[in-house]
């Protein structure tokens, strides 16, 4: 799936360098599938983790673009071709702005798709609205965005002057990297598969992270080029901020993890191309594009060309009236979250790794407000996919109210939930799953 983005990075690491708690920069992508946590992975924002505050003289802010311009160029190789317009926003423009966008990126039909998918999997509770909060999340936490059609950026008013220049590098960064290889492109080229989407999203912000982390350790005498262990200091996460953000507290920790994911871990990936490639590192990761985001989480699967499986989806005979609603890709990402939701970080943390490839489809059938959910994940070895089917066996009876397991073996397990009836399976290193089937077909 898509991911949601953004991310709290705190004001002061051990490196004692400072940076913006939040970072962002919006961006837009459409897919013929495209689900809406896709608008948060779309909207590409730039957090801001502070009180907001008016500053009166913040327009003299854009002045100084010119200057951070050079230095984010004299920084990564890439060439400026021409001056960024730079303007300020108010967070009620924002969310204007951001309802256009979601109507522009995705139709009705698209976000109930989404919304569905995440429900099926227990990634969203049963009535969570995935547009409003979408949209109410990003409005939250918007600090700033470069929007790629108009060639402009954009930082909200309210941006404490503090951490305005930071936001002003990062958004800049965007712009530096949109004259250079053309992100709208960019962004079209990973349109067919989710998760590589994801990837691409993360390529885009972690590199303008980088390059704003780069800027800000320069002022203080260091620099990540030279000291590139300085990295995972500066990209630390703090996810509570006692309840300034209530939106962002209270979302799901899917949203919650993949509006993280781009800074974070992109972060961390653009450092591991610079370390190994120099400035060529930032050309790069958009002339050959991840394409998942294991690969982001893991640089040497990127180094190596090691690319995601694509297993068979589990075999079912449906009655007439199923017809596809949408399919496509869960990455490591994407198992990390449900992992960690239904059995805790540190399990995560250790099965996740193994993922290897990924299909699923959904085929509804909307007279009898039916779903049924194909699901088929590949992982590195038998041993990881024994794993993975007790944890999800597990799962199973956490995201369902009720569930009755009827017959089961140590690779094979059906039953009944909330949902309709289930055929979980494993099979060497591939586990499928069935879900929601109507109570006739056995």
């Known amino acids: 799936m898509p991911s949601a983005q953004r991310s709290s990075i705190r004001i002061r ?75 300020f926003i108010s967070k009620a423009k924002v969310n204007e702005f951001l309802k256009k966008r979601v109507k522009e990126a ?35 936490q918007a600090a700033a965005f470069y929007d790629y059609d108009k060639k402009k950026l954009f930082i909200t008013d309210s941006t404490p002057s503090a951490t305005q220049e930071p936001v002003l590098a990062h958004e800049l960064s965007h712009a530096l990297a949109d004259q250079n290889f053309h992100l709208g492109r ?7 598969n989710d998760d590589g989407a994801t990837a691409r999203l993360a390529v885009m912000e972690g590199q ?88 982001i989480a893991h640089p040497e699967k990127y180094f190596a060309s090691e690319s995601p499986t694509t297993p068979a989806l589990p075999e079912v005979h449906l009655p007439h009236g199923y017809k596809s609603l949408v399919g496509g890709t869960l990455g490591e990402l994407d198992h990390s979250v449900l992992i960690e939701q239904f059995a805790g970080k540190e399990a995560a943390e250790e099965m996740a790794p193994h993922w290897r490839g990924c299909a699923f489809e959904i085929r509804e059938n909307k007279k009898l407000r039916r779903a049924v959910l194909l699901y088929a994940v590949e992982w590195e070895s038998e041993d990881a996919a024994r794993r993975y089917f007790a944890f999800y066996k597990e799962a199973l009876g956490k995201k369902w109210k009720n569930i009755a397991i009827g017959a089961e073996s140590a690779d094979s397990a059906d039953g009944a939930g909330d949902d309709g009836r289930f055929e979980l399976r494993r099979k060497g290193a591939i586990v499928t799953s069935v879900e929601g089937l109507p109570p006739e077909l056995h």
């Open 106 to 140: 995705a139709s009705p039909e698209d976000i109930r798709a989404e919304e569905l998918t995440l429900k099926k999997f227990g990634l969203v509770p049963p009535d969570f609205d995935l547009g409003s909060n979408t949209v109410d999340l990003l409005t939250e």
């Open 186 to 192: 960019y962004i079209r080229q990973g349109r067919k």
């Open 208 to 295: 303008a992270t980088w390059l704003m982390s780069e800027y800000l350790a320069r002022q203080m005498g260091h620099s990540l080029k030279k000291t590139p262990e300085l990295a995972p200091a500066m990209s630390g996460f703090k996810e509570s901020d006692g309840g300034q953000f209530p939106v962002f507290d209270n979302s799901p920790l899917y949203l919650r993890r993949t509006l993280v994911f781009p800074y974070v871990e992109g972060m961390l990936f653009q450092n591991a191309v610079v370390r190994r490639d120099g400035d060529a590192g930032f050309g790069e990761v958009f002339r050959r594009a991840p394409v998942s985001t294991q690969q």
């Open 13 to 87: 690491g051990d490196s004692g360098i400072p940076r913006p708690r939040q970072v962002t920069g919006a961006v837009f992508s459409a897919s013929r599938r495209r689900r809406l946590c896709a608008v948060a992975a779309l909207v590409l924002m730039f957090f801001l983790r502070a009180a907001a505050q008016t500053d009166s003289g913040a327009k003299a802010l854009c002045a100084q673009a010119g200057d951070i311009s050079r230095q984010l160029t004299e920084i990564s190789g890439m060439k400026l071709r021409h001056p960024v317009p730079c303007d």
